[in-house]
DNA sequence: ATTGAAATGTTTTTAAA
DNA sequence: TTTAAAAACATTTCAAT
């Protein structure tokens, strides 16, 4: 990706922008970063194009949906052969109250997002799912109480 | 919120559908759930002004803006009066670093996802900057190795 | 290589049926 | 809910820097 490596004071005002608001429209965004709409949209789809920018969600509030509990699963596998991690990466993306899940360095191999309706969702997820699985090693969860810090988008260097 | 307790079939279609594409044209967007264009128009509106639809927001890959290491940081407090704890919440805010943080159940009080340039940026905000704040007692640091399933949202009920 | 202005086609939005 | 008109917008082209 040639283009997309070089990223001026521009491009970083645009990524701001779009990481707060998304759906922005283009002349909007053309004029708080004081560029023609057509010099702007040529700079958002080189961003876009060159995986800069991944893409665009809408955030749904998960308690408006019924999803008022978040979970923090951190699990450690009894084996480490590839076929072993493999089909437990493939067990997380089959489960949807798995919307995040990162191997980590430390103790324990993988931490799991977890979000569910209440705690007997929950509990039924991880007794009926991630336990029944074999390989699945020591178990440790902890509830969200507060949310301390959204997620807002990344640090970008000079706004 | 009146009418946004009330999610049909169609709202968690276009939930579904804005989540892994938050800048579809409310045209497109129409077209996949049926809907003439200013029926869509409205139910959305609705929902944004429900507050189901807290925002929209472009992802940026932190690898392409030089953001290549990804921690979570599992911090225990000193002391729990509510000034501690107020504290403590003000400096998360304020630092970049910290991209999201959560109070946690269990042994450790909060958990951090940190972002950092590297393994250096990541010591020196560590250091300078978290340990240095007091009140701050035990704290565990682990390294993301691989994302397993990254976040594309929440899971709805029948999409 | 990047910009701004003009031209074109599309989408959103309003208001009315 | 749909339709139709108006406004706003995205997008392409092209000349200029």
Chains 1, 2 share one sequence.
Request: with cysteine; charged share 25%.
């Amino acid at each position: 990706m040639p283009a997309a490596d070089t990223l001026d004071r521009i491009d970083l005002q645009l990524l701001a922008e779009l990481q707060r608001q998304g759906r922005l429209s283009n002349a909007e965004l053309a004029e708080r970063v004081h560029l023609s709409p057509s010099a702007c949209l040529r700079r958002v789809q080189r961003l876009e194009r060159g995986g800069v920018i991944a893409g665009y969600r809408a955030e749904v509030d998960p308690e408006r949906i019924g999803l008022g509990l978040t979970a923090f699963v951190r699990i450690r596998l009894n084996h480490h052969d590839a076929a072993a991690v493999a089909d437990f990466a493939g067990s997380v993306n089959d489960w949807d109250e798995v919307v995040a899940c990162h191997a980590l360095t430390g103790d324990m191999d993988y931490l799991l997002q977890v979000v569910a309706a209440d705690l007997e969702h929950f509990s039924s997820f991880l007794l009926d799912r991630v336990l029944a699985r074999p390989g699945v090693g020591d178990v440790n969860s902890s509830f969200v109480l507060r949310t301390v810090k959204a997620m807002r988008g990344l640090p970008l260097p000079a706004g």
